[in-house]
C-alpha cells in the first residue's frame, strides 16, 4: 500500500431532487493516474468540485493528503493543481500573464515564477504563442493553455476534467503524452473522462461511476475480469436467418448472436479457437464472409454488464 493521497468517503450531493453523488467511496494512492470513468452527467464534475471544496455536499468526508479539506484548507490548495472541464482563463491577459497569473496565486518567489512559467510554456508547446490573446487560440491551443495555468506551480496532486473533448487529434495525443510525463516526474493524477479508450490508455486504476454511483473500481485486467465476455468477433456477411444464429448460440462458448446492418456479432465467453469455429460454421451452410474482426473485453463490456447500456452509445 502506497500512500493514499484522496479518500472519498460516501460522499452524497444533491442539487435539490437530484442526487447527482450518491455514496460514493475514492482511494487514490500516490503515485496513480486513476480514471474517473463515466457517461455524461453521471456526477464526475461534481465529485472534482466536492473535492476542491468547491461545493458544499450533503453527506460524507473527503481528505486529501490525509487532511480533511475545507474551503480555507490553502496548505492543500497549494498542492493540487485543476484543468477544469470548461476552460478558465482570464481574456485580457495573454499566454505568458495567463500562466505567470495562475503560477503566482501559489509561488510568491519571482525568479522561482518565472521558471516555472517559462517550463510549463515548453511543456505545453505554447512557445510560439505566448503574447497571443486566449481569444487568438484556437482550441486546441486553449485547452493548452488551460493545461499550463493549472499547473505551472508544480502541484503534487492534478486534476483533468475531460481535457480532451472536442479537442483534435494532434492536441489530444499531446494532452495525453503530457500527463504521462507529468506522472513521471512524480505527479499523482486524476483524469475524468467518458472516453473509455484514453481512461483504458492512460490509466493505472480506474473507477466507473454512474448516476452518482462508483459501480467498480480496479485496474483494467481487474474490471474486465468481472465480465463473463472474453471476445467479441463481427463478421460482414448476408443473409443470416434466424436457424443460423440458433446454430451459433449452440456451441459451447456463445452466449449471444445479433444480426443487423450486414454485421454478425458474436459474443464469446471463454474457450478457444472461438472465430475458426463461427467461420467453420458458416462455410458448413455456404455463407459467404466479408471482412471480419475480433476484439477483446473492452471497459465498455464491463460498463454494459453492470449497467445493461452501453457507454459507447453515449460518447460525444
Ligand atoms: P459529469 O461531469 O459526469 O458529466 P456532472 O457532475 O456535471 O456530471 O452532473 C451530474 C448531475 O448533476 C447531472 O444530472 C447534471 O445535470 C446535474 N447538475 C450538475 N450541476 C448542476 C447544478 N449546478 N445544478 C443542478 N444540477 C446540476
Ligand atoms: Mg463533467
Redesign the pocket.
Known amino acids: 500500500m502506497g500512500t493514499e493521497i484522496v479518500k472519498i468517503e460516501n460522499l452524497v450531493k444533491r442539487y435539490k431532487e437530484l442526487i447527482a453523488v450518491d455514496h460514493l467511496n475514492l482511494s487514490i494512492e500516490e503515485g496513480e493516474i486513476f480514471g474517473l470513468l463515466g457517461p455524461?452527467g453521471s456526477g464526475?464534475?461534481t465529485t472534482i468540485n466536492c473535492l476542491l471544496s468547491l461545493l458544499t455536499f450533503d453527506k460524507g468526508s473527503i481528505k486529501v493528503f490525509g487532511k480533511e479539506m475545507t474551503p480555507s484548507s490553502y496548505d492543500i490548495k497549494k498542492q493540487i493543481g485543476v484543468v477544469m472541464?470548461d476552460v478558465a482563463v482570464i481574456e485580457q491577459l495573454n499566454v505568458y500573464q495567463n500562466i505567470d497569473y495562475f503560477c503566482g496565486l501559489y509561488i510568491n518567489d519571482k525568479k522561482t515564477r518565472k521558471k516555472y512559467v517559462d517550463e510549463a510554456i515548453r511543456f505545453v508547446g505554447l512557445e510560439d504563442f505566448v503574447k497571443f490573446l486566449p481569444k487568438k487560440l484556437s482550441g486546441g491551443l486553449l485547452r493548452r493553455l488551460n493545461i499550463a495555468c493549472g499547473i505551472a506551480h508544480k502541484p503534487k496532486l492534478i486534476i483533468f476534467?475531460?481535457p480532451t473533448v472536442a479537442v483534435d487529434p494532434q492536441s489530444r495525443n499531446k494532452i495525453l503524452e503530457g500527463i504521462k510525463e507529468l506522472n513521471k516526474n512524480g505527479a499523482t493524477i486524476i483524469y475524468?473522462s467518458h472516453y473509455m479508450e484514453e481512461v483504458e490508455q492512460l490509466c493505472s486504476r480506474i473507477a466507473i461511476i454512474d448516476k452518482g454511483k462508483n459501480l467498480v473500481t480496479g485496474t483494467k485486467e481487474e474490471l474486465k475480469k468481472m465480465v463473463k465476455n472474453t471476445e467479441t468477433i463481427t463478421i460482414e456477411t448476408e443473409n443470416i436467418s434466424d436457424k443460423i444464429k440458433n446454430k451459433l448460440c449452440e456451441s459451447e462458448h456463445i452466449y449471444e448472436v445479433d444480426y443487423s446492418d450486414g454485421k454478425l456479432n458474436v459474443k464469446c465467453s471463454g474457450g478457444k479457437h472461438n472465430l475458426v469455429n463461427v467461420l467453420g460454421i458458416l462455410a458448413e451452410n455456404n455463407i459467404p464472409v466479408g471482412r471480419v474482426y475480433s476484439e477483446l473485453p473492452t471497459l465498455n463490456d464491463v460498463f454494459l454488464e453492470i449497467t445493461g447500456k452501453a457507454l459507447r452509445d453515449m460518447e460525444g
Open positions: 455524461n464526475k464534475t472541464q476534467d475531460e475524468t
